[in-house]
């Protein structure tokens, strides 16, 4: 079974901090994903990645980055929190590079700003 | 990417009941397609992938219609486990990014 992880299922920081998220999978998948989610508004992508080291904006990747140094690790990085960054973060992962494919999702990490 | 679109209910059934959901797509172009199910405070996971020529896995059928652009999901003798979010993806057309529908809420009552 594909298992994607993720740092924390809840989060609590102040604005202006700076905040990682960090996802893992254990099954050689090439796409990352890093999404969040909010009620009414859908899964929305942030960041997404086809390879170590390569990262392409997503729908909304204003005041976030991503790094991808190692194929099994995708990390989320909020430079200075805000509290509209209180969200679920969902990572994802699935297997073919450049290819449609089913996705494997994390249990989510709940971040709350204040 | 283009847009799709999911009526967001709920849908409020009894069990045993059949009920049926739509997800149109705008991409004529899209290669295929999905539904994922999301539980309340969980994360979404695949329910079925939707081929051209339908899909059955037990209670649930899946079918796709390219003609009008959209594709459905039918569950048959809804239990209260189904109650949860039901998203629609679709992938391709140019982009291997899948778009997900924003989903359809089920509530399933005794």
């Known amino acids: 079974d594909v298992k994607v992880t993720q740092s924390s299922r809840y989060l609590v920081k102040r604005t202006g901090e700076k905040v990682f998220l960090e996802c893992v999978q254990d099954?050689?998948?090439?796409?990352m994903f890093w999404y969040r989610q909010d009620p009414g508004l859908g899964l929305r992508l942030i960041y997404f990645?086809?390879?170590?080291?390569?990262?392409e904006k997503g729908d909304i990747p204003e005041g976030y980055s991503v790094s991808r140094e190692k194929k099994e690790r995708f990390s989320l990085i909020l430079e200075s929190a805000s509290t509209n960054q209180t969200s679920m973060y969902l990572c994802a992962s699935s297997k073919l590079q450049g290819a449609p494919d089913t996705q494997y999702f994390g249990p989510g990490t709940r971040l709350t700003v204040l | 990417r283009k847009e799709v679109e999911q009526d967001p209910g709920p849908f409020n059934v009894p069990e045993g009941a059949t009920v049926a959901f739509n997800c149109t797509y705008s991409?004529?172009?899209?290669?295929?397609f999905f539904w994922y199910r999301q539980d309340c405070r969980k994360e979404p996971k695949l329910l079925m992938s939707v081929y051209s020529s339908g899909n059955e896995d037990g209670r649930f059928t899946a079918q796709l219609n390219r003609a009008s652009q959209y594709i459905s999901l039918l569950i048959r003798d809804s239990k209260l486990s189904d109650s949860a979010t039901y998203l629609c993806v679709v992938n391709g057309g140019g982009s291997y990014i899948p778009t997900f529908g924003r989903g359809t809420s089920l509530i399933v009552h005794p």
């Open positions: 991409n004529s172009a899209s290669q295929s």
């Open positions: 990645s086809y390879d170590v080291k390569m990262k």
């Open positions: 099954m050689d998948h090439e796409n």
